[in-house]
């Protein structure tokens, strides 16, 4: 276990950069971030920051020789970068997780390889390979970037009848690229859960959530989903963890069908937008959670308290601020950034709608 006083190295300064170092602040330990842009929203509650590229040698022996082990907060760290960290001082979650994750065949190989569902996939590295999955898969699908895409970025839905035109693959980049077939499911979950460095567990329940152009709008609790496909749920995140040796907060998306069943759709190595209920609605958010499994800390209970709905701000939607604050039962969190630009989270706050004594 780390003692109080000791320093989390974070590779990157966002927003869930941001929270982590205010868990870590909590439990008394203090916070390095690496990230290049100054003033960025974790490092306005963290220690201290190293302004410097990710992947900066000399950023990263700083890093190393600063922290007393070394986490991030998004999953397009350069698993290079990590691997080399690693050498020097413990990079949990393991680089193995940012591996799996970057890349979407990857991943969806990973998954299946647990013995868990996806959509059926291919990979697509010309417009022939296009063609020939849209074929098998009725004409529907969506072709995604197998790396760096995020809320709805680098991505085309085909929906049955469109023609692959000469350079639709030169069109998504010339990169290589996935086609995922659709789906028809009654509603998007997603399970936080963390593991600690000797294997026990902790999963929050599952969310529903709500996407609008792509990007998260709400996660609901409870979910409205069976027992049944909660629990098959968080097993499945317990599965992908333990095949991961994994230490720290994981999110795992899922589509539910209408028998109930499972579809898993991607998974996150980090905290997770869809779970900053868990600031509001548990004793343990998933943030101080993770901070926990890093430092060596007993993982806390993931039971909540209360039902509720969080909401992400989007662009100007952070203008509502002080109708909100007016509200009772609403916790608000804004994320420093100082420019609303549509599309860009600015915050989110989260409405507790009653408790729960479950």
């Known amino acids: 276990m780390l003692p109080p006083g000791s320093t989390i190295g974070i590779i990157g300064g966002g927003q869930l950069g941001r929270m982590l170092a205010m868990a870590a602040a ?37 890093l190393a020789a600063r922290s007393d082990v070394v986490t991030y907060e998004f999953e397009n760290v350069p698993v290079e970068a990590a691997a080399r960290l690693a050498r020097d001082v413990a990079v949990l979650p393991p680089p193995l997780a940012l591996e799996v994750a970057q890349d979407r065949l990857t991943e969806k190989d990973f998954i299946n390889g647990r013995g868990i569902r996806t959509a059926d996939y291919r990979a697509i590295d010309s417009d022939a390979d296009l063609a020939a999955a849209l074929a098998a898969f009725g004409g529907r699908g969506v072709l995604k970037t197998r790396r760096l895409g995020y809320d709805g970025k680098g991505q085309r839905v085909f929906r049955g009848g469109e023609a692959v035109t000469a350079g639709a693959h030169a069109a998504m980049g010339g990169v290589p690229l996935i086609l995922e077939s659709l789906v028809a499911f009654d509603c998007e979950i997603s399970v936080i859960a963390a593991r600690a460095a000797d294997g026990s567990v902790a999963a929050y329940d599952p969310a529903r959530n709500v996407h609008r152009d792509g990007i998260l709008h709400t ?25 991961l040796g994994y230490v720290g907060v994981i999110g795992v998306e899922f589509f539910v069908l209408p028998d109930g069943s499972l579809v898993a759709n991607e998974i996150a190595p980090r ?25 060596g800390l007993p993982l ?12 992400n701000l989007i662009g100007d939607d952070v203008l509502s601020v002080s109708d909100l604050a007016r509200e009772p039962d609403v916790l608000v969190h804004l994320y420093g950034k100082a420019e609303a630009r549509p599309g860009r989270k600015m915050g989110h706050f989260t409405r507790l709608t009653g408790s729960f004594a479950g």
């Open 219 to 243: 996660s609901t609790l409870p979910a409205g989903v069976s027992e049944a496909t909660a629990a098959a749920a968080r097993q499945a995140a317990v599965s992908l963890l333990d095949a």
């Open 26 to 62: 909590r439990l008394g330990y203090r916070t390095l971030v690496l990230e290049p842009h100054a003033d960025c929203p974790a490092a306005q509650v963290a220690n201290a920051q190293i302004a410097a590229a990710y992947d900066d040698p000399r950023a990263l022996a700083e």
């Open 271 to 295: 905290v997770h937008n869809s779970g900053h209920w868990t600031e509001a609605a548990c004793v343990v958010s998933q943030f101080e959670q993770h901070v926990r499994a890093v430092a």
């Open 300 to 311: 806390g209970d993931p039971r909540r308290h209360s039902d509720c709905v969080m909401q």
